[in-house]
């Protein structure tokens, strides 16, 4: 079964560094989206992407954060310069279209020191 | 926006014992998902099923749109099906997928 892969799966980082978290999404998906658990509480959407640009963002998704498909193949989601609060899972997600179920990969734990 | 409202929120089962989990949702749907969550915090697919009834395995579902509710059933129950289990719903008018606050589930030997 195809899969979403992220990396890396543990990152530890400083307060006020930046991070880049990679998604490589299923090669015939075309929607794609980030979404971040803290520890012990749900899944909650950050961003969705579709054909090379943002179409939906929650209010979670600031001017902190930022995403893009640099080579048509991976997808990237960048923190500019990370807090505490920033600590959590990060998880990727695809789908082929728009009334397909979505695919999630395995995650990024994110700690912020 | 959508909400999505799971119970019971923690149940606890001896290993063989059948489980219904449920997910009322307070709008209409065009997707909806099961996920479990195991103990390395992976999201597993479970089913895709905005409608209707499937059955993998021990697991089945339904969910009954009209009525904006679904639910998952496990059956003889085995301690690795212990974890989160995540009801997810998308709206008709967007894309995102909002998930409930989850089932925590614990299966003992």
């Known amino acids: 079964e195809p899969e979403v892969t992220q990396t890396p799966s543990h990152q530890v980082t400083q307060m006020g560094q930046e991070v880049i978290l990679r998604c490589v999404p299923i090669?015939?998906?075309?929607?794609f989206y980030w979404y971040r658990q803290i520890l012990g509480q749900k899944v909650e959407f950050l961003v969705s992407?579709?054909?090379?640009?943002?179409?939906?963002k929650s209010e979670i998704f600031d001017d902190q954060f930022s995403v893009e498909r640099p080579d048509g193949s991976n997808f990237t989601l960048k923190i500019r310069s990370t807090k505490l609060e920033d600590s959590a899972m990060y998880f990727c997600?695809?789908?082929?279209?728009?009334?397909?179920?979505?695919?999630f990969g395995s995650g990024t734990r994110l700690t912020v020191v | 926006g959508i909400q999505v409202e799971q119970s019971p929120p923690d149940l606890i089962l001896q290993e063989g014992a059948n489980s219904t989990l449920r997910c009322n949702f307070s709008?209409?749907?065009?997707?909806l998902q099961w996920f479990h969550q195991n103990p390395w915090g992976q999201l597993i697919n479970l089913f895709y099923?905005?409608?209707g009834t499937k059955q993998n395995g021990r697991l089945s579902a339904t969910t009954v749109a009209t009525e904006r509710y679904s639910l998952l059933y496990i059956s003889s129950s085995q301690t690795t099906d212990s974890g989160v289990y995540f009801c997810?719903?998308?709206?008709?008018?967007?894309?995102?997928?909002?998930f409930g606050e989850g089932t925590q589930l614990t299966v003992n030997p």
């Open positions: 992407f579709y054909n090379n640009e943002i179409s939906e």
């Open positions: 997600a695809t789908r082929g279209a728009r009334l397909y179920g979505y695919t």
């Open positions: 099923i905005p409608s």
């Open positions: 997810a719903v998308g709206e008709t008018s967007g894309s995102r997928l909002t």
């Open positions: 090669s015939n998906h075309l929607y």
């Open positions: 709008d209409s749907v065009n997707n």
